[in-house]
């Protein structure tokens, strides 16, 4: 196989060369499949953190004032680990949606078990109140599967999916919000 200098893949992906996405893929995939399963990721997570950082230095590249300061290696693995990092977050986030967690008061009181449990709750009556496709889609995300595989399995498109996601996150968030046990709770702070 060729090789090619970073200036030159610079240059090929300015021209939209395909050979230069296979060199790259064969050449860095590894490396950054590599990554993201030592950061708890599996094989498909790393295509698609890939797949998303190679858009990321195409426009970059588009770019005519772009000039790389570092080997194009370096950048595409930092591009890398900073979108894995973000998914990391995200289902971070996710999974712990509404658990409360005080870091200051280890103990664990009755008042805060009775505020666990009426929260729960609170979350259940609001996320049962959502429409089947928004409890699928928030369901499948919970359950750590793939985005594309969610969107494949609802017959969504892979952006419809992301929409849809977000929509139902805002929904879910705004209907726990307006519950009067949760305003209760929240006033009791």
């Known amino acids: 196989m060729k090789e090619y200098t970073d200036n030159e893949i610079i240059e090929c992906l300015r021209n939209r060369q395909s050979y230069v996405v296979r060199y790259l893929s064969d050449t860095y995939l590894p490396m950054v499949r590599l990554m993201v399963t030592r950061l708890g990721g599996t094989s498909e997570d790393a295509k698609d953190v890939f797949q998303e950082g190679l858009m990321i230095m195409i426009e970059k590249a588009d770019d005519r004032n772009f000039s790389l300061n570092c080997s194009f290696k370096t950048f595409l693995y930092c591009v ?6 973000s998914v990391i977050a995200k289902k971070a986030a996710a999974s712990n949606y509404f658990t409360r967690r005080n870091d200051d008061d280890v103990s664990a009181d009755i008042d805060s078990e009775m505020d666990n449990e009426t929260c729960r709750a609170i979350f259940r009556e609001a996320f049962d109140s959502l429409d089947q496709a928004s409890r699928n889609v928030l369901t499948l995300y919970w359950d750590e599967i793939p ?15 992301r929409k849809k996601k977000c929509e139902a996150q805002a929904e879910l968030i705004e209907k726990v919000k307006k519950h009067p046990e949760f305003r209760k709770i929240k006033e009791q702070r």
């Not at 890398?80 to 990092?85: A, Q, V």
């Not at 985005?147 to 999916?161: D, H, N, Q, S, V």
């Open 80 to 85: 890398c680990k900073h979108l894995w990092e």
């Open 147 to 161: 985005p594309r595989e969610i969107a494949g399995k609802l017959g969504f498109t892979y952006g419809y999916l």
